[in-house]
């Protein structure tokens, strides 16, 4: 069974960067073709896809985000982890890892726990 | 930027059959997925490739699409269904992922 962890500070200051990461277990992350994705939601709203990696390093942003995210992958240490810059208040939310977003062709299975993360000086 | 649109509400009395719908222009073309989510947990899969579903998930269950339209059914609807509900997809090039805006069940 798959399992997915965040981690990361749950608090940044303004117009500094927020990095996560997000720890698989119960299979390589570079075993089959998977993408790993990051989606956040704040509080009392909806989910927002970031972006996905690929175990190749390729990667997909969300438009609105594009200028801000960085995804990368370390299978050495069967982790994926997420850079989001120059935060604002906006930024504060629930941050989930998630397995798939493969660009229609296959579901978000299994997700982590999420984390908050709260943007505040 | 491409958007999917979920209706903010839908309520249901126990026994009742509930349907949340998602429109999208490139639903004709992308797969849909549907997720559950309930008070301080993270979404479970419910409903992939537009009506296939997952083991675990209870038949009441199922996902139907037409034209640039999915939709989630729930029959019998029970109290245990009270969530959030999000539909997602990709626009029509699959380069990025899409959320619906999220339907709240209520179970009257």
């Known amino acids: 069974q798959v399992q997915l962890q965040e981690s990361g500070p749950g608090l940044v200051k303004p117009s500094q960067t927020l990095s996560l990461t997000c720890t698989v277990s119960?299979?390589?992350?570079?075993?089959?073709?998977?993408?790993w994705s990051w989606i956040r939601q704040p509080a009392g709203k909806g989910l927002e896809w970031i972006g996905r990696i690929y175990t190749s390093g390729s990667t997909n942003y969300n438009p609105s985000l594009k200028s801000r995210v960085t995804i990368s992958v370390d299978t050495s240490k069967n982790q994926f982890s997420l850079k989001l810059s120059s935060v604002t208040a906006a930024d504060t939310a629930v941050y989930y890892c998630?397995?798939?977003?493969?660009?229609?062709?296959?579901?978000?299975?299994?997700w982590g726990q999420g984390t908050l993360v709260t943007v505040s000086s | 930027s491409y958007e999917l649109t979920q209706p903010p509400s839908v309520s249901v009395s126990p026994g009742q059959t509930a349907r949340i719908t998602c429109s999208g222009d490139?639903?004709?073309?992308?797969?849909a997925y549907w997720y559950q989510q309930k008070p301080g947990q993270a979404p479970v899969l419910v409903i992939y490739?537009?009506?296939e579903r997952p083991s675990g998930i209870p038949e009441r269950f199922s996902g139907s699409s037409s034209g640039t339209t999915v939709t989630l059914t729930i029959s019998g609807v029970q109290a245990e269904d009270e969530a959030d509900y999000y539909c997602q997809s990709a626009d029509s090039s699959g380069t990025y992922e899409v959320f619906g805006g999220g339907t709240k069940l209520t179970v009257l």
């Open positions: 490739k537009d009506s």
């Open positions: 490139a639903l004709p073309k992308q797969y």
């Open positions: 998630a397995r798939g977003g493969c660009g229609g062709d296959c579901p978000l299975d299994y």
């Open positions: 119960g299979g390589s992350i570079s075993s089959g073709s998977y993408y």
